[in-house]
């Protein structure tokens, strides 16, 4: 089973519209995690932390579910910049590297 | 400029060739890092270096890659006798401290990575 997992999507969307998509982990024991985005062709970049009780950054809503071992993401009022590959990471205690989903592909239409 | 740097961004070689990529991490950071992305896949951790040392190497896929770090700084990786399966992006990353957390807001700073094509 992989470390984590995503719904590769693609997810079509129109322009002001919410789209939310989760990444299910497999080690319990995980501490940290992370939504990171990466523009077609280009470096993954973080886009925010995921604190227990859920935290808000502008339009991006990202929260914790421990018991269920999945993470979300939210994307209100959705804008065309916002088009591009949503990585779920995730960090286990004592270990230094982050451990990668592949990817959600979001693309934002006009 | 001051973020990590990799070179070269794009290489072509031949199956059986070796290839060596080149990375300059954000200066001061600590902690370096390699990935390898493939198309469609997550990135796959390779290797990770606290200063000079490397204190896990398992996450290479075999015994034809190595990395080296000197200085505290510069990192190299090799691939001797490069098969087509070599093919992918390799991303370098560098961080401030010994261990991404949410406390150090588990911020990796990558480099645009090297393509490696094998034909």
């Known amino acids: 089973r992989k470390e984590v997992e995503q719904d590769p999507g693609p997810f079509n969307v129109p322009e002001g519209a919410t789209v939310a998509f989760n990444c299910t982990y497999s080690n319990s024991a995980s501490q940290s995690f992370f939504w990171y985005r990466q523009d077609c062709r280009k470096e993954p970049k973080l886009l925010m932390s995921?604190?227990?009780s859920g935290n808000e950054d502008g339009r991006f809503t990202a929260q914790l579910n421990r018991a269920s071992q999945y993470i979300s993401l939210l994307i209100r009022d959705s804008k065309l910049s916002d088009s591009a590959t949503y990585l779920c990471v995730v960090n286990i205690p004592d270990d230094y590297k982050l451990s990668f989903g592949a990817g959600t592909t979001v693309t934002v239409r006009a | 400029g001051a973020g990590v740097s990799q070179s070269p961004s794009n290489k072509v070689t031949e199956k059986g060739k070796d290839v060596e990529l080149r990375c300059d991490p954000i200066s001061g950071h600590t902690a370096l890092y390699w990935y390898r992305q493939s198309l469609g896949q997550g990135l796959e951790f390779l290797i990770y270096f606290q200063g000079n040392s490397a204190p896990d190497k398992s996450g290479l896929p075999s015994d034809r890659f190595s990395a080296e770090r000197t200085g505290g700084s510069v990192s190299t990786l090799t691939i001797q006798r490069t098969q087509q399966e070599d093919s992918a992006v390799y991303l370098c990353?560098?961080?401030?401290?010994?261990?991404?957390?949410?406390?150090?807001?588990?911020?990796?700073?990558f480099g645009e990575g090297s393509r490696l094509t094998v034909l």
């Open positions: 995921v604190y227990s």
């Open positions: 990353a560098s961080s401030p401290g010994r261990q991404p957390s949410s406390a150090n807001t588990g911020e990796l700073f």
